[in-house]
C-alpha cells in the first residue's frame, strides 16, 4: 500500500508498571501524507497486561 512512499509511524505502548519499567507494544500509528494516509492498529493481549 505504501511502496516507495514516505510516511510516519508512532508505536502504542502500555506502560502497566512505570517503577519497574514494565512496557508491552499494543499497537501502531501510520501516517502517509502524501496518499492521505492516517491508520491505527491496536490489540491487546490480555494474558501478557
Do not use: C, H, T, W
Not at 22 to 43: D, H, P, T, W, Y
Request: cysteine-free; overall charge positive.
Amino acid at each position: 500500500m505504501l511502496d516507495g512512499v514516505p510516511y510516519e509511524y508512532a508505536v502504542v505502548r502500555l506502560v502497566p508498571r512505570v517503577d519497574r519499567d514494565e512496557s508491552i507494544n499494543a499497537g501502531v500509528i501510520v501516517f502517509a501524507k502524501q496518499r492521505k494516509v492516517l491508520g491505527a492498529r491496536i490489540v491487546v493481549n490480555d494474558m501478557r497486561l
